[in-house]
């Protein structure tokens, strides 16, 4: 069976619509909107916190390695404890699948992008400056030391007197609006940005394994 004839398309509209596509160039690239660029910087920013929580395991393993060793204090570990864990989960290991899937998805769905760009922006900077106002913390001596999930008793007043606990919750904060904003951008993404033709059931597995 032939496929129909497409639609004339009105003459200059291919030049504008890649006018309003184009990502800016230089320095102005950071406020660029296309999927394909907030994708990148998902992956790029999840890399980049994958390396500073290896870092912080170095530490940890180096304090390790000899008995009776005082290369960092007791506090301080367990601040290095609490930001390793929580930046490989919260900051790698899961926002990286929603990174891969800003990137890919679309093109799975043959879409231009997906339905909300600035979205898909904001989830990317409420992350990126979420996760580095959490590992900032930790230069002021206000990491949070109450173990990865931060769970009582440790976080009760006793035993985390100070404010660490809070910085805990600022950053993930941020971090938890980013993954329902890019969540809210997927699912629409997937439901009603589909290529003619492409139902539920035609849906290339990676983008199912998404939305469910």
């Known amino acids: 069976m032939?496929?129909?004839?497409?639609?004339?398309?009105?003459?200059?509209?291919?030049?504008?619509?890649?006018?309003?596509?184009?990502?800016?160039?230089?320095?102005?690239?950071?406020?660029?909107?296309?999927?394909?660029?907030?994708?990148?910087?998902f992956?790029?920013?999840?890399?980049?916190?994958?390396?500073?929580?290896?870092?912080?395991a170095l530490l940890m393993r180096t304090q390790l390695a000899v008995a009776e060793n005082d290369f960092i204090g007791s506090g301080l570990y367990n601040?290095?404890?609490?930001?390793?864990?929580?930046m490989m989960m919260f900051l790698f290991a899961v926002p990286v699948v929603e990174a891969v899937a800003i990137l890919i998805i679309p093109n799975m769905l043959g879409a231009r992008d997906l339905p909300f760009p600035r979205m898909g922006a904001y989830a990317f900077w409420a992350y990126f400056?979420?996760?580095?106002f959490f590992f900032s913390s930790l230069f002021f001596d206000l990491a949070p030391d109450g173990g990865w999930f931060m769970y009582p008793p440790l976080t009760s007043y006793r035993f985390s007197p100070g404010v660490n606990a809070d910085m805990y919750m600022?950053?993930?904060g941020f971090i938890e609006i980013s993954a329902v904003a890019g969540a809210i951008e997927l699912i629409v993404g997937i439901m009603?940005?589909?290529?003619?033709?492409?139902?539920?059931?035609?849906?290339?597995?990676?983008?199912w394994a998404m939305l469910v």
Do not use: C
Request: hydrophobic fraction near 50%.
């Open 192 to 207: 009603r940005t589909r290529a003619p033709g492409m139902s539920l059931d035609k849906l290339p597995v990676y983008a």
């Open 2 to 41: 032939s496929l129909p004839n497409p639609t004339p398309r009105p003459p200059g509209e291919l030049e504008a619509l890649e006018a309003v596509w184009k990502a800016p160039s230089g320095w102005r690239v950071l406020g660029a909107i296309n999927n394909t660029y907030i994708g990148l910087f």
């Open 129 to 132: 400056i979420g996760g580095m």
């Open 79 to 86: 601040q290095l404890f609490t930001m390793h864990g929580t």
């Open 43 to 56: 992956v790029g920013a999840a890399l980049l916190f994958f390396v500073l929580a290896g870092i912080l």
């Open 170 to 172: 600022l950053g993930i």
